[in-house]
């Protein structure tokens, strides 16, 4: 993997201006993600209209990889039912894992792409993937993701 | 080339190695990583091992392996005398008065488990007090916590002013009529910081209070002579020096060792069981259940060889020039903050970058080649005391080159101008 292609304009971009910052004061659901080997730590709220995404918003200390990824996982998910939000998560958790390939089989992911490069940086996947386990945590009533130990969403994922 | 020889001159460094000739020992240093020659800047997590102790390995497993003592047979006698003969050795480099007070561990991180079993289960109870510095990392905090939970024993803290430095006033005032162990770094692996350990064993010790030193950031970087220090204890690990993962060390005095209770039990531990009563083994081989690493064991004593071939007064003269040409070129970066500046330092620098999170330093720095730590290094409370979460470490060996520096620089200013 070349990071020349992880660290794209888009990617930088989001990292720089993080879109949807911030904390839901209405939200329906929020949770903490927290990845402890590298210190990344998101906080997630969203609120649902029906069952659909509302609004939502996140905040947190992390590296760039995962603030333009929650970055960028708010915008798309924004206005999705719970089941198209769902079915992004495993896509994407798909993609970093490099179960799929999003340049030869079908998915929803569209610009989040960008990211398939995290499959060559194994330490880096759990960058990626934090702020869409943490989600899937708030859509479920999940207080709190951790990326490891018991539960480490990425082993369960792959067991 | 011919700009990094430039450099070099520029600097005058101490000469105190021929670099490229140890370099040639190295096989791994060859390595192009994404198509560039590996900057190895990982020492402090894990160094490389010389082709001497590779084939001393590869010799050992072709030709003298059996398990060692108690075996008649020819194998196991040549196996237990180089296994034997590694132990000689690290008592003559670490300077222990006796073969039997170096006890072979799994590493550090056992060493330190081992006398928080074997002395502080015997000796610490309820209300003592047990001294660690601030700048520990976490495997001399955790036992010593796990200790004070199941004992009721309370652990003090030495704290670190701004530069990385322990408080040398403040480790005195905590020394009181509880105070029942000491255990502290010889160097901080988060900052570098050398500790002045002698002086403050010399205090604990007009006090009663023993010392136990974690010196696995020390012993591959520093002549280190445990007599003259006077610790207790005194602990390390053999691939932080040149040597295989799996082995380390515990020195500890002979008098103290025989005091303390055994860590595990097994084979090799006893001189006799019966179902009614087993009777220890003498020291070292109380401490030594099960089948040791032979090999690991074998090859630390040719990591031995090999250091003192080269000499720890020229390989700790020659990371000094490294970390002094470094800290230069790093205090001519913006937005660059060293983290730990104390005067006296090992080949250690810890820094982060204005904006950018360590662990996106790390991955650009890869792209190029160089490879360095990022993140707490295990040393939480460290980045609790600078107000961080984390740091990029590049720590340096004798095999490293100014110019290897030179390609660090470059590599952050590329981490800047992708961040830019």
Redesign the interface.
């Known amino acids: 993997m070349d990071s020349k292609n992880l660290y794209q304009e888009v990617i930088l971009d989001h990292n720089k201006k993080p879109r949807n910052w911030g904390k839901l004061a209405d939200a329906s659901h929020q949770a903490e993600g927290l990845n402890p080997l590298c210190g990344d730590h998101i906080w997630l709220s969203l609120k649902l209209d029906g069952d659909r995404v509302g609004s939502i918003a996140f905040e947190g200390e992390s590296c760039a990889i995962c603030k333009a990824s929650s970055s960028m996982m708010t915008t798309n998910v924004k206005g999705k039912s719970i089941d198209e939000a769902e079915q992004l998560i495993r896509e994407f958790r798909d993609m970093a894992t490099g179960k799929l390939d999003t340049g030869s089989q079908p998915n929803h992911l569209g610009r989040l792409s960008v990211f398939a490069g995290v499959r060559d940086l194994p330490s880096r996947v759990k960058c990626a993937i934090l702020p869409w386990h943490t989600l899937h945590a708030a859509l479920n009533s999940e207080a709190t993701i951790s990326t490891e130990g018991d539960r480490d969403p990425v082993a369960t994922a792959d067991s | 080339m011919t700009s990094s020889r430039s450099v070099l001159q520029a600097v005058q460094p101490t000469g105190a190695l021929d670099v490229e000739r140890i370099r040639a020992d190295f096989p791994i240093l060859k390595l192009k990583v994404?198509g560039k020659p590996l900057v190895y800047l990982d020492n402090a997590a894990s160094s490389q091992m010389p082709q001497q102790v590779i084939d001393r390995l590869v010799r050992y497993q072709t030709a003298e392996h059996a398990n060692i003592h108690r075996g008649v047979h020819y194998l196991s006698e040549t196996a237990t005398a180089a296994y034997e003969g590694a132990r000689a050795k690290i008592q003559r480099f670490i300077n222990a008065k006796e073969a039997r007070e170096v006890i072979f561990t799994r590493g550090t991180t056992n060493s330190l488990n081992l006398v928080m079993h074997g002395y502080g289960r015997a000796f610490i109870g309820a209300g003592d007090e047990i001294v660690v510095s601030q700048l520990e990392h976490h495997s001399n905090i955790v036992p010593w916590q796990m200790l004070c939970e199941e004992r009721g024993a309370k652990l003090r803290m030495i704290p670190c002013n701004d530069a990385g430095e322990l408080l040398f006033d403040d480790y005195r005032k905590l020394f009181n009529s509880h105070t029942k162990f000491v255990a502290i770094a010889h160097v901080s692996n988060a900052l570098g910081t050398i500790v002045p350990v002698k002086e403050m064993i010399a205090v604990a010790h007009q006090r009663g209070v023993p010392v136990l030193v974690d010196g696995a950031q020390a012993v591959p970087h520093m002549k280190v002579d445990v007599q003259d220090l006077d610790c207790d204890f005194y602990a390390f690990s053999a691939h932080k020096m040149c040597g295989p993962t799996g082995i380390g060390i515990l020195y500890g005095k002979a008098a103290l060792l025989e005091k303390m209770k055994p860590f595990e039990g097994g084979g090799d531990m006893i001189l006799s069981v019966t179902f009614e009563k087993t009777t220890y083994n003498v020291i070292p081989h109380k401490f030594e259940a099960g089948t040791p690493p032979i090999a690991a064991g074998i090859g630390l004593g040719a990591t031995i060889d090999y250091l003192e071939s080269v000499g720890m007064d020229r390989i700790a003269a020659h990371e000094h020039d490294l970390i002094t040409y470094a800290t230069d070129a790093f205090r001519q970066l913006n937005d660059v903050r060293i983290v730990g500046t104390a005067r006296d330092k090992a080949g250690v620098l810890s820094f982060t970058v204005k904006g950018?999170?360590?662990?996106?330093v790390g991955?650009?720095l890869?792209?190029e080649g160089v490879a360095v730590r990022?993140?707490?290094h295990c040393a939480q409370p460290v980045m609790q005391r600078f107000g961080i979460?984390?740091t990029a470490r590049a720590s340096f060996y004798l095999y490293n080159t100014l110019s290897e520096v030179d390609a660090l620089v470059a590599g952050i200013h590329r981490v800047q101008k992708?961040?830019g």
Request: charge should be negative; avoid cysteine; aromatic fraction near 6%.
């Open positions: 994404n950018v999170h360590p662990h996106d991955t650009i890869n792209e990022t993140g707490h979460p984390a992708i961040f």
